[in-house]
């Protein structure tokens, strides 16, 4: 595969995204409507988020936020 698009940057979109990359996709990009990543899980500390992203960017994943999609085609 050489590149994917996983919508949503709650903990599935998350999973997803990092197996894809670590599967061999060649680039992976999560696109999410917050300001970051797993901002829809009740309680969740900023910092543990940022340091979740951090990872994943370590993965060479991008991360685009404040982001909402209308169509596919």
């Not at 590149?3 to 996709?25: N, R, W």
């Not at 900023?46 to 169509?71: G, P, W």
Request: charge should be negative.
């Amino acid at each position: 595969m050489k590149s994917l698009i996983v919508i949503g940057g709650g903990t599935l979109g998350l999973s997803v995204a990092s197996c894809l990359k670590e599967f061999g996709c060649n680039h992976v990009t999560i696109i999410e409507r917050q300001t970051h990543c797993l901002m829809d899980i009740n309680d969740i500390d900023r910092e543990l988020a940022a340091y979740i992203e951090s990872i994943l960017i370590k993965q060479e994943i991008d991360i685009v936020t404040n982001c909402t999609v209308h169509s596919l085609k």
